[in-house]
C-alpha cells in the first residue's frame, strides 16, 4: 500500500495529471496573418493567429492572439479561446436541438440540424468550430461576411444561444411533458 502512495505523490510532484487533463483539449488554426504596425522607427511586423479550441464533447471557444513569432501568436490563442469556451447542447444523433442563427461582425451563421450520417455541411472556419464541439450531422451555411474571424465567433455565438427541451421547460417553469401540449 505504501509504494503505491509515494508512486502517486511522485505523480502529483511531476504533473502529470495536469498534462492528462490538456490532452482532451484540440487546438486547430483557422489563420495565420502578418500584420504590420507603423511606428516612429518604421514599421513593426507581428502575426496575428485565430485558434479554435474544443474538445469535442460539447465545449468550444475561438481565441486571437498576438505575437511577433507565429508559435507565440499561437499560445496566446489557445489561451484566449481556453478563455471564451462556450457549452453546447448536442443531441443523440450529434447534432443540434432546433435551427439558429447568430451574427458577429459583419458575418452572419445559419445552422440546422440534420439525421444522422449527414455529416458537418460547412465551410470555412464555422466546420472547424462545429468539428471541434463534437457535432457530427448538422446543415451549415455563412452569410454575409467571409472573414474567418467574425465567422468563427458568429458559430461559437449561435452555438452559445442553443437551447434543450429542459432549459425551456426549467425557464417557463413546466414539467417537459406539457411543453409538447
Do not use: C
Amino acid at each position: 500500500m505504501a509504494p503505491s502512495k509515494d508512486k502517486a505523490a511522485a505523480n502529483r510532484r511531476k504533473g502529470t495529471r495536469t498534462r492528462e487533463k490538456e490532452t482532451e483539449w484540440q487546438e486547430r488554426v483557422v489563420q495565420i496573418r502578418r500584420v504590420t504596425k507603423v511606428v516612429k522607427g518604421g514599421k513593426k511586423l507581428s502575426f496575428r493567429a485565430i485558434v479554435v479550441v474544443g474538445n469535442e464533447r460539447g465545449q468550444v471557444g475561438v481565441g486571437v492572439g498576438k505575437a511577433s513569432d507565429v508559435i507565440g501568436a499561437v499560445k496566446k490563442g489557445v489561451a484566449d479561446g481556453k478563455k471564451h469556451i462556450v457549452q453546447v447542447p448536442l443531441t443523440k444523433a450529434n447534432s443540434i436541438p432546433h435551427p439558429v442563427v447568430a451574427g458577429g461582425g459583419g458575418a452572419k451563421v445559419m445552422m440546422r440540424p440534420a439525421a444522422p450520417g449527414t455529416g458537418v455541411i460547412a465551410g470555412g472556419a464555422v466546420r472547424t468550430v462545429l468539428e471541434l464541439a463534437g457535432v457530427r450531422n448538422i446543415l451549415a451555411k455563412q452569410l454575409g461576411s467571409g472573414n474567418p474571424l467574425n465567422n468563427a465567433r458568429a458559430a461559437v455565438s449561435a452555438l452559445g444561444n442553443l437551447r434543450t427541451f429542459a432549459d425551456v421547460a426549467e425557464e417557463r417553469g413546466v414539467p417537459i411533458e406539457n411543453l409538447y401540449g
